[in-house]
């Protein structure tokens, strides 16, 4: 594929506006309207909705720039216009926000090399709408969200699917009776005490509900605003949760807490990078890049 047509796609991706696309390429707009015509006919579908803003992508867009955006930018790097190497633009601060736990254990250690080359990041952490509004008011830069913002102007990225299990004790476990489990979960797991992130049961809720079919009846015996006070609580032999992988696992693997059920797919949430439309500032964007390709190597949390 000519990789003029998929810069030209990143372009617009990235600035949000055919204009401004063809600004960054150094070509006119037809030129872009062009080649972003001949892309989505290779694609077989719209790359953007149009809006009186300029240009939406869609899920289709938000899925191949993951793809091309680190390969195209190190090609973009390796040479400039003098054939000598381009220098990196020189990193800012970048206000960066997610979840507390995910943003601890996975995000904000994934951008020690970017520090190191001189970056500089303050971190925040919160609920999804509360951040995703925020960004709204241009309070940060990218945001890592549990949920895909519905405002035309931001641009979500998938970064990540997040996997969730449900674990208690050994202890706690064997007053589960495993033939029970089988043909009726609901009532063989009733008795189990739960420690939630939240009153409304968030993650918990949608557990049940994926896979058994309805809101869990137990008793809720403790409920806190950090999943990783969750996990702890679980450990003590509190109760039972639901919890990402990636969060449980370690204390999984230990013995401490086992899994309570086994579904043949894994409840998924997907995780997305969140900018606003149009957003280009150098710092930010090495960031978004730097993100997504770090978090291949995560797989799924």
């Known amino acids: 594929m000519d990789l003029d047509l998929l810069g030209t796609f990143l372009d617009v991706y990235r600035t949000g506006s ?19 015509a001949r892309l989505e006919e290779r694609v077989g579908e719209p790359l953007f909705d149009r809006t009186p803003r300029g240009v939406s992508p869609t899920a289709r867009a938000d899925d191949l720039a993951r793809r091309i955006a680190p390969h195209l930018d190190a090609l973009r790097g390796a040479v400039r216009t003098d054939g000598g190497p381009e220098a990196p633009e020189p990193l800012g601060t970048v206000h ?36 995703l509004a925020a960004l709204l008011r241009c309070e940060h830069d990218l945001v890592v969200s549990a949920i895909r913002p519905t405002a035309r102007s931001l641009r979500a990225t998938p970064l990540i699917d997040e996997q969730f299990v ?21 009532t063989a797991l009733a008795h ?21 079919g309805r ?17 702890s609580a679980v450990v003590a032999g ?29 409840p998924l949430n997907t995780l997305y990078l969140v900018t606003k439309l149009g957003y ?4 930010a964007e090495r960031v978004h890049a730097h993100l997504l390709d770090h978090a291949r190597q995560w797989g799924s949390l």
């Open 18 to 36: 055919l204009s401004a696309a063809a600004t960054a390429g150094g070509v006119s707009q037809p030129a872009v309207s062009g080649r972003l």
């Open 96 to 131: 960066l926000a997610g979840p507390a736990e995910l943003m601890s254990l996975r995000v904000l250690p994934a951008l020690g090399p970017l520090i190191a080359q001189g970056l500089s990041v303050r971190a925040s952490f919160g609920l999804a709408e509360d951040l």
């Open 166 to 186: 449900l674990v208690a004790t050994p202890a706690l476990a064997r007053t589960v009776e495993a033939a029970l489990i089988t043909v009726d979960p609901i």
């Open 192 to 212: 189990l005490p739960l420690v939630a992130y939240a009153e409304d049961l968030p993650i918990i809720r949608r557990y049940w509900r994926s896979e058994f």
């Open 215 to 231: 809101r869990p009846p137990n008793r809720v015996v403790l409920t806190v605003p950090d999943l990783r006070a969750v996990l």
């Open 238 to 266: 509190v109760g039972a949760s639901v919890l990402p992988r990636y969060l449980a696992e370690p204390a999984m693997a230990s013995g401490s807490v086992i899994q309570l059920h086994r579904s043949m797919i894994e």
């Open 280 to 283: 280009t500032e150098p710092s």
